[in-house]
C-alpha cells in the first residue's frame, strides 16, 4: 500500500496472480558430482586464550591444550547451476571426491564468505547473488580483480582528500 504524500491518496497494490502464497513449498533434493575436503594445515602455537574465535570453536580441542587438524567439506565453489535434481528418473550419479591441503589464512576466508552469504540470505538476498560473485572471482583474471581493487582504493582516497579539502 502506497500513500501520495501531496494529494493523500492511498494506493492499494494489485494481488498478483502469478505467485500463490497458500502453495505448499516443494522441496526437492539435489546432487552435486563434485565433493572437496580440505584438511586445514596450520603450524602456529596459539598461546592459552590466543586461538581465534572462529578457530577454536571449529576444533576439538582436548584437556592437554592439543588439537586434530580441521577436516572440512569445501563447498564454496558450488553454484546452482552445478547442481541437479535427484527424482525417480534418476538411475546412476557421479561422484569425483578431491582432497586438498588448505592454509588456515583460505580457509577462514572461506568460511567467513560462507559466514557473509548466510547472513545476507537470512535479511532476504536472494541465491544468485552469491553465484555471481562466486562467478566473478572464479572467471576473472586475479591481476584484473587486483587493478580493479587497486582503482577503487585510490579513487576512494581521492574522494576523501577531496570532501576534507572542500570544507
Not at 85 to 94: A, K, Y
Not at 106 to 118: G, R, V
Given at each position: 500500500?502506497?500513500?501520495?504524500?501531496l494529494?493523500?491518496?492511498?494506493?492499494?497494490?494489485?494481488?498478483?496472480?502469478?505467485?500463490?502464497?497458500?502453495?505448499?513449498?516443494?522441496?526437492?533434493s539435489?546432487?552435486?558430482?563434485?565433493?572437496?575436503?580440505?584438511?586445514?594445515?596450520?603450524?602456529?602455537?596459539f598461546?592459552?586464550?590466543?586461538?581465534?574465535?572462529?578457530?577454536?570453536?571449529?576444533?576439538?580441542?582436548?584437556?592437554?591444550?592439543?588439537?586434530?587438524?580441521?577436516?572440512?567439506?569445501?563447498d564454496?565453489?558450488?553454484?546452482?547451476?552445478?547442481?541437479?535434481?535427484?527424482?525417480?528418473?534418476?538411475?546412476?550419479?557421479d561422484?569425483?571426491?578431491?582432497?586438498?591441503?588448505?592454509?588456515?589464512?583460505?580457509?577462514?576466508?572461506f568460511?567467513?564468505?560462507?559466514?557473509?552469504?548466510?547472513?545476507?540470505?537470512?535479511?532476504?538476498?536472494?541465491?544468485?547473488?552469491?553465484?555471481?560473485?562466486?562467478?566473478?572471482?572464479?572467471d576473472?583474471?586475479?591481476?584484473?580483480?587486483?587493478?580493479?581493487?587497486?582503482?577503487?582504493?585510490l579513487?576512494?582516497?581521492?574522494?576523501?582528500l577531496?570532501?576534507?579539502?572542500?570544507?
Amino acid at each position: 500500500m502506497t500513500k501520495n504524500l501531496l494529494t493523500g491518496e492511498i494506493n492499494a497494490p494489485e494481488p498478483s496472480l502469478e505467485t500463490d502464497q497458500n502453495a505448499p513449498l516443494e522441496i526437492i533434493s539435489y546432487w552435486s558430482s563434485n565433493i572437496t575436503f580440505g584438511l586445514v594445515l596450520d603450524h602456529t602455537q596459539f598461546k592459552p586464550g590466543g586461538m581465534p574465535h572462529q578457530v577454536e570453536e571449529s576444533l576439538t580441542i582436548h584437556e592437554s591444550g592439543a588439537y586434530f587438524p580441521y577436516l572440512f567439506k569445501n563447498d564454496f565453489w558450488v553454484m546452482t547451476e552445478d547442481l541437479f535434481p535427484i527424482n525417480e528418473t534418476v538411475t546412476s550419479l557421479d561422484l569425483h571426491l578431491s582432497y586438498e591441503p588448505i592454509s588456515l589464512f583460505k580457509w577462514q576466508m572461506f568460511s567467513q564468505l560462507d559466514k557473509s552469504f548466510q547472513t545476507q540470505s537470512e535479511y532476504g538476498l536472494n541465491d544468485a547473488n552469491p553465484d555471481e560473485f562466486k562467478r566473478m572471482l572464479r572467471d576473472t583474471n586475479p591481476f584484473l580483480l587486483g587493478l580493479t581493487f587497486a582503482v577503487t582504493l585510490l579513487h576512494s582516497v581521492f574522494d576523501f582528500l577531496a570532501f576534507k579539502n572542500g570544507i
